[in-house]
DNA sequence: AATGAATGAGACTTCATTCAT
DNA sequence: AATGAATGAAGTCTCATTCAT
């Protein structure tokens, strides 16, 4: 049932301009291709506008991907952040976390796939900016990891790089198949980090590869 | 027999050819900016030629940086393989491979680099030959984690995607600095992977914090 | 009538126009980069405007320039003639007009400076407009040579041709100083002239100088 | 007599190189339109290369229009050299530097008109360049006056600015003319000068005119 | 092996201007 | 009177590449 009054129409006509598909057709791109060529002509073209008209939402290309890539650290820790709220358990909220992750990275719109892809040293202009808000997303994992309860003297802070550099370079390798999803994916890091691998009886090793 | 008063001409003409220093710039540009952003102008000047001159040494820029990136692997292969010759027990062999890499890619010159910052997608008509490359070193890997006396059941794959997600990602995040060397992260890596992070016993967790 | 309570609402609206604050950033713009270097963009931003409103007062670039350069030229006009109607004698009536002119072009605002940097040429659509403004306000000089009491065959139009065109290239060399006023300079170019020019009797003429 | 054998062929082929003709054309579309308003299209259209060609020879546009406002100093400053060698007495001198300056600027290539026509102030990043180009070449004039026999107190330095500003100005009224040939103008720009100056005896100044 | 002038395409960006609101 | 999104053309400049020398 449409409203009795359609009042914000006015407003609407003004608000519905075309810079959210703007963002959307640059993260696509950036993702797709780089940031160095994600050409802009590419960008607005697939959201039917010319390129000049860029310029009327953005001073230029830079501020463009410090947009995208905002967003995508929006997106990022949104997700993560809701993931967290379904769980107590410092292992389960790492495994939840990492689960969203990864999802955001590898299911779901190019957003997240940026911060990831685009290397903040290639756009010298961006770099502390872009880095700056990597390091306020990471910040969450930060906590995470000072949540477990781990052995005395492990090293938090390498563990955090490991973990997030293993989920961060997922995109290199994976493609989408139905058994290997990113939410089993996530499950079978944290348990690889979880569980004991080091087997001090020989046997049990061989038996391994038996 | 060459005359004995000759100069080492015929030699020396080879041996001063700048083809090798065309690939140390080609491999620092592209290490430095990403294939696209890094110019033939950028990269020939560095060595003293102009952008014509680098035609007489590649058919174009695709193979430019295809010979780099064999070069990149070629490197970082023989340095892992070195290493894994200095031992014998499974776990030091894939620590010792986790240092050679790591200092290929994080000490040394820009062609390990170059490997794990150009994304083989983002120079389509390489893609498969990177890949492939790229394919060739990682079955080294395979190898070494298929050596390990692992638990019945443990995800090899998933393990060796994890260890060298976390290897690559490295060059995001590591500044030099005396005390966390290459090696030493490689051995806290491998570390974190070998030892059991989880405490069933509730107050060994709760008094890691306290 | 209006309403007596009516806040001076309508004549308010009229005075607070940006139409002159408009026409004053045109005029600097104009001065300081030249026609074609000065964008609407930079005219309207430097009075807290958008591009698009200069159309509400404007038809076109052009136009705005045309009414610039016509207050430029009805300025210095209604500054020479001010300066006119304080002198009678011929030649001091030529200098206080070479002073008021200078004063214009080297102190006040930067609509006469319009004048002079301007080419017409420059701007094809309004050349003749612009010729046509400029010799009006020259006639001015035309008749201020016609009275001066010149030895016979002296070549008048030369003589203002001279005369206008060191005036008019002044803002090329001249820097503001306490010592080189506009008003001394315009004496000392008059000076220059008049000596040989002037004629109440011979030695006068050689002594002035000495 | 042609030479028996046309030996410089090959070197002649790389000296015909375009760039003379690019310079030409390069201070044609100056002096007519102005440096902003000269489009690189234009100038390289104008001796049928391609924009990018342009950048063979010179880095950006600016540095084309440093080239030509060079070449236009040497030319005018050449020329006025020339003339110069042809008198001994100061005033004659003077004034054919007046008429040898108006030449360059009124009959021949843009070479010159460049160099009047093209405000330093305009072109920020060239400013300096432009203006020490220019006093170079009006330093010949402080040397000109500086050998007058004027009388004591003569304001040398004004007389300058006034008789160059006079010159430089001509381009905005000056047509072709038969009868007003640039020379013809140098004498009278003199004339209406010396009369005044010029002192072998008191009553011959008054009695040049009558 | 190297040069340097030239190409042709395409890069990002700015421009004056329009128009529904 | 003013906005702000959009246009379409044009701007300067860079790119990888070619080729006669």
Redesign the pocket.
Known sequence: MPPPSALPR?RQ??AD???PQLLDAAAAQFAAKGYQA?????IVQSV??????????F????ELLAAVYAEGVRRISAAVGRALSRHTDPWDRLEAACAAHLEALLDRSAYALVVTSVTPDSVPALAATLVSLRDGYEALFVDLIADLPLPARTARRTLRLLLLGALNWTPNWYRPDGRRTPRRLAREFVQLLKAPLYQPSAHASSSAHS
């Open positions: 006015a006509s003004r301009s075309r810079l994600a050409s802009i002509r590419d039917g506008m010319l390129p000049g008209s860029l310029y009327c939402h001073a230029n290309k830079d």
